[in-house]
Every structure is written in C-alpha cells, then in structure tokens.
C-alpha cells in the first residue's frame, strides 16, 4: 500500500530546478501531488521540464526564470511563486556549486561572489516566503547542501566553506519555527549522479590526468554502496522531509550518499 505524504495540492517553489537535484526534488514533489515552481536561468530547460511535469496529470508545473545572482530578482521570484502556487507551502533551497579548487587557492573577492548567491540569496528568499507559512501554520524548508558539511570533500574548498555556513543558519532558523509548524532541514546529497557530477569527474580527470574512467571507478569504490546515487533516490527523500510524516523531523542534517562519510 502506498503511503500518502499529504502533499496533494501544496504549493512548492523548487530554486535551481532546471536539471540535477533540484529538478529531481521537483518532480517527487509534483508525483506526491504538489503543485511546483521551476526556477532556473534557460527558460527552455525550464519550459520542458514543466511540459513533462505536467503531463502525468498529477501535480502542475509553473516556470519562472531566476538568477540566484540578481540581488534585485527575489521580489518578483516570490510575486511569481504566489501567482502560480496560491501560496508557499514548501521551500526547497538549492543552489549550482561553485568552481572546484583549493581552499588555499581562493579568492576572497570570489568567496564574497559566491556567498551572496549560495547564502545570502536563500535567506532573503526564505525571509520573503515565511508569511505564507506562518499564517497556515505549516511550512516546510529544505535546504539542499553536500556531504562535505561533514566531511569537507577535497578540492572542493568553496562549496565546503559556504555550505558549511548554511548549517548554522538553518539549524537556528529550525529552533525559532518549530513551535509554529514549520520544519526547517538539510539534505545533504553525496555522490548523485548529476550533470554537475559528471562535469567533476572531468574536471578531476583533466587535474590528474586520468582517463575519466578511472576516476568514476575510484569514487565508487570509496562508496560502500558501490555506486552512484540516482536522482530519484535523492527527490524520494527530500518528498518524505516535506510530508505531514516528517512533522517532528527538525533541525536536521539528513545524508544521502549510500553510506560514504566516514563518521557516525
């Protein structure tokens, strides 16, 4: 017997949807019932997603195009969610990663660049979607990280750094909304068979001089699971963290990497 998730006409605003995780999250969301709101910069990819969204005649699909690095773009991002979507039920916080390389290496001017996009940007978008929950009194916000929170992932300096900062902020965000029916969580992705995966496997190809091959084998073997995640894996979780089930689930850094950290 299926279990119903309660997800059957909420309204959910699904950032960076265009492909990768965020698309993933949107079509389990919409699967569930949930009505979704793509966002992303190619208007195209955008637009058939949607179309195939909308197509298994469950949940609907909206499009808005959105530059997480338009500082001046939120106002009209969330004038658009509420448009299509009545009102914000859900919010799933996610973000493309920023260049790889060595923390050492960094510069700071691009560690300021980055963080306006992959920090600052969602704590404007959840500040501006907070009405909606908290007259409901239900709300859901997940935010999308990485394993390297827990297990900084090397050469990949940046996105540690600034996924890291958004741990804290979601975690004290989780303790001043709890009591008003809102869950605030990270799912915290491993390895998942991306596009963006795939463009690091090259780009870890090309710094090593390895046949992309062999990288691909070398980093399964690492993963007890043996394997890359899939997509779907990854939304099923992220639908269960937006269910009236996980209700009591707060606060929370929930992993998906079939088992690769290290620690408990």
């Known amino acids: 017997m299926e279990m119903d998730l309660g997800l059957s006409g909420k309204g959910a605003l699904v950032l960076s949807s265009s492909r990768g995780?965020?698309?993933g999250i949107a079509q389990a969301l919409a699967e569930e019932g949930a009505n979704v709101l793509l966002t992303g910069r190619n208007?195209?990819?955008l637009a058939a997603n949607a179309a195939a969204i909308n197509a298994r005649g469950k949940g609907t699909a909206h499009t808005h195009v959105f530059d997480l690095n338009d500082a001046g773009a939120v106002p009209g991002l969330v004038a658009a969610a509420r448009a299509a979507l009545g009102r914000i039920d859900i919010l799933v916080n996610?973000?493309?990663g920023p260049p790889p390389g060595r923390m050492a290496d960094?510069?700071?001017a691009l560690l300021a660049t980055h963080f306006d996009a992959m920090v600052l940007r969602l704590a404007e978008i959840t500040q501006a979607v907070l009405p909606d929950m908290r007259e409901a009194g239900w709300g859901r916000i997940i935010t999308v990280g990485s394993s390297g929170v827990v297990q900084p992932i090397?050469?990949?300096g940046l996105s540690n750094a600034l996924r890291s900062a958004l741990v804290g902020w979601s975690k004290s965000l989780s303790n001043d909304l709890a009591g008003e029916g809102i869950t605030v969580n990270m799912l915290l992705p491993?390895?998942?068979h991306t596009d963006r995966?795939?463009?690091l496997d090259a780009a870890a190809a090309k710094r090593t001089g390895q046949d992309v091959d062999a990288v691909r084998k070398?980093?399964?073997a690492a993963i007890p699971a043996g394997r890359y995640g899939k997509v779907e894996e990854f939304g099923a979780v992220a639908a269960f963290l937006a269910s009236a089930q996980a209700s009591y689930v707060t606060g929370s850094l929930i992993r998906c990497d079939g088992g690769s950290i290290k620690s408990v």
Request: glycine share 12%.
């Open 94 to 96: 996610n973000t493309g």
């Open 190 to 192: 491993g390895r998942i």
């Open 106 to 108: 960094v510069d700071p």
């Open 197 to 199: 995966v795939d463009e």
């Open 154 to 156: 090397p050469n990949l």
């Open 218 to 220: 070398a980093s399964r």
């Open 21 to 23: 995780l965020g698309l």
């Open 43 to 45: 208007a195209q990819a």
